[in-house]
T-cell receptor, first 114, second 113 residues
């Protein structure tokens, strides 16, 4: 089954404790992206990757890191989480190019930072 | 002005009616446009995309694009209670030296039985 898998789905952590949210897709997609969704603000892009070893900042990259060492995986790293990073996070992928906007989303990871 | 603007709703329609969801965007050079549906507590799923001016139909859904007016809409015919969800408009636009997919904040649709 074609899917984007995120883990963990739910996480409560404390300020400053490093965490990683994993994302994996099995559709051989070139393009992967991370979004956060907050009430009233919609989906905002954190980072994206056009291909392996190619990543770039989205609209709200501060406080996040990513890496793309393999095509299928695109982890999101919070080196020192803060309460303003409490949010619902989505990983998404697509074939890229003209089809970049035809995204498949993971189920989401709800993060609470105390 | 927001880059992609949608009325937050809720838009309430009776079952069987046509629901009309609207979206405006700021970048005149945008080339591709997408509609996603998001049920409460779930992830967005792509339901329509449109790249050319005019109408594109897929089952009960019709996407309409007017680049001159910078306007894209989604019509849902014969609305069903199962169509109750938030509908996100997304536009691929040139920003910060690359194309970025920008989402509106969504319109909540409520279909009354």
């Amino acid at each position: 089954e074609a899917q984007v898998t995120q883990n963990p789905r739910y996480l409560i952590t404390v300020t400053g404790k490093k965490l990683t949210v994993t994302c994996s897709q099995n559709m051989n997609h070139e393009y992967m992206s991370w979004y956060r969704q907050d009430p009233g603000l919609g989906l905002r892009q954190i980072y994206y990757s056009m291909n392996v070893e190619v990543t770039d900042k989205g609209d709200v990259p501060e406080g996040y890191k990513v890496s793309r060492k393999e095509k299928r995986n695109f982890p999101l790293i919070l080196e020192s989480p803060s309460p303003n990073q409490t949010s619902l996070y989505f990983c998404a992928s697509s074939f890229g190019g003209l089809n970049t906007g035809e995204l498949f989303f993971g189920e989401g990871s709800r993060l609470t930072v105390l | 002005q927001k880059e992609v603007e949608q009325n937050s709703g809720p838009l309430s329609v009776p079952e069987g009616a046509i629901a009309s969801l609207n979206c405006t965007y700021s970048d005149r050079g945008s080339q591709s446009f997408f509609w996603y549906r998001q049920y409460s507590g779930k992830s967005p799923e792509l339901i329509m995309f449109i790249y050319s001016n005019g109408d594109k139909e897929d089952g009960r859904f019709t996407a309409q694009l007017n680049k001159a007016s910078q306007y894209v809409s989604l019509l849902i015919r014969d609305s069903q209670p199962s169509d109750s969800a938030t509908y996100l408009c997304a536009v691929n636009m040139w920003k910060d030296s690359s194309y970025k997919l920008i989402f509106g904040s969504g319109t909540r649709l409520l279909v009354r039985p």
